[in-house]
């Protein structure tokens, strides 16, 4: 194999189904119950997905929200403001951290 | 990192002819051809019921050269509708019985004959339909229309990709959504999308991509809120319809590599009951020259009617022509997929 990932493998997703048969089926019954519209839109669902993707950096999800949230009508504004709540919560996450460096600087130090 | 995409250029005209877009688009490896999808569908073979609309394309000359264009139009084509071709078609008008005329082009507003055509129309009592790129409102010659549209109770179904300016600039050329809306605003004063006047205001939105169109009834409704809040804009309906995968559309996702993907997700989405309410079943379709066809797509892929029936408006017969077997092709899969597309939006 020359490269990980492989953009055709997106299509082959329910494959993963072949060893595992019964779990699979539940999670993709699941997983399509969740992207079905309920106190949230489907486009609203797609936007979270695409910043989901970035978050846990998902080159399959990012093409597949990318596409879904176009098909849901976001434009790329929305998308991209997606993609910085993505990036401000990991930036952050990472920041609030430092409050657990400063308690435990203090606690060691004199 | 790449910069942002710079706005689009008027495109020279399309480089592939109507022989080879047919040849890629049958060449290309799909999960089962339109024929097949049609006989599992239970829909096949697919005939017209009828002679509803008659649609008039007025020839290939438009203001504007938009890189989706089905028609490959633009402002260097010379191909437009004589006046003795619209006399033979206002004949068949009057043979077919069809209650609702589709003007459409390029930019059907100039023809030279336009107004000519619209009196005769008018004369004659039925529905007309002006598909309407907006900016041709704007120019000097052409500034009058909306007036002579609503003199003749005309329905003005007008192109607009989206209701911010970045995606409908990227579409149809810089500087095109601005003038749209002021062209929306003038048929707006004369009571266009009011719901009161009878003067109905359709705006038509397709992909800037390769994509499937959003669900039309979630558009229409953030669009009419969008278009009031920003620009102070009515309109009466959105019409969503799907890119077909021929002329500089097609050119556009064979560069972008995107033509497999696109085709494949329009397979994949097809919907019988989208093919039961296809619009080449009620339509019948003109060319400039006075060719007909089943649809303005088979019309641009050069697809003449099938062996043993009329194919020009001089030979018209409206009892053979109205109950027509139609011919289909891979490309037809753009009308099928989804919610299914048409002139008039989503089918299903």
């Known amino acids: ?110 | 990192m790449s910069a942002p995409r710079s706005l689009p250029q008027p495109s020279p005209r399309a480089r592939l002819d109507a022989d080879a877009q047919r040849s890629i688009l049958r060449h290309l490896p799909l999960a089962h051809r339109f024929s097949a999808a049609l006989e599992r569908a239970g829909v096949a073979p697919l005939c017209a019921r009828g002679i509803e609309v008659l649609q008039l394309n007025l020839g290939k000359l438009c203001n504007q050269t938009c890189r989706h264009c089905h028609v490959d139009a633009g402002p260097a084509r010379t191909e437009v509708m004589t006046r003795d071709t619209m006399q033979q078609c206002l004949s068949v008008l009057d043979a077919s019985g069809a209650a609702t005329v589709d003007l459409t082009g390029g930019a059907p507003e100039l023809n030279p004959e336009f107004r000519w055509l619209l009196e005769r129309l008018a004369e004659r009592r039925v529905h007309v339909i002006d598909r309407c790129n907006l900016t041709v409102l704007e120019t000097g010659a052409h500034r009058d229309l909306p007036e002579l549209f609503a003199q003749h109770r005309v329905e003005v179904v007008c192109s607009l990709p989206h209701y911010r300016s970045y995606a409908t600039d990227r579409q149809r050329g810089e500087g095109v959504f601005e003038k749209s809306i002021r062209a929306l605003r003038r048929l707006n004063a004369l009571g266009y999308g009011d719901g009161r006047s009878g003067l109905r205001l359709a705006l038509v939105t397709n992909p800037v991509g390769a994509f499937l169109p959003a669900s039309q009834e979630q558009l229409e409704r953030e669009w009419k809120g969008k278009l009031l809040a920003d620009h102070g804009v009515v309109f009466d309906s959105l019409y969503t319809i799907t890119n077909m995968p021929i002329s500089r559309y097609l050119e556009w996702l064979l560069e972008s590599e995107n033509l497999q993907g696109y085709m494949d997700e329009l397979v994949a989405a097809f919907n019988p009951a989208a093919a039961r309410g296809v619009m080449c079943r009620s339509t019948l379709s003109v060319g400039w020259d006075g060719q007909l066809y089943d649809c303005d797509f088979n019309q641009m892929l050069e697809l003449p009617l099938r062996g043993g029936l009329p194919r020009h408006v001089r030979d018209f017969d409206a009892q053979a022509l109205a109950q027509r077997e139609i011919g289909v092709d891979d490309h037809c899969f753009g009308c099928t997929a989804g919610a299914g597309s048409s002139c008039g939006g989503a089918l299903a």
């Open chain 1, 1 to 110: 194999m020359s490269h990980y990932y492989d953009t055709h493998d997106l299509a082959r997703f329910s494959e993963i189904g072949a060893h595992c048969p019964e779990l699979s089926e539940k999670f993709f019954a699941w997983y399509q119950a969740v992207f079905r519209p309920g106190a949230l839109t489907s486009r609203e669902k797609a936007l979270i997905a695409l910043g989901v993707a970035h978050a846990i950096q998902c080159p399959y999800c990012i093409d597949a929200y990318s596409k879904s949230a176009l098909e849901h009508g976001a434009d790329v504004e929305q998308m991209t403001e997606s993609v910085h709540v993505a990036a401000a919560i990991r930036g952050g996450a990472s920041l609030v951290h430092g409050l657990q460096m400063r308690n435990q600087t203090d606690k060691l130090s004199m």
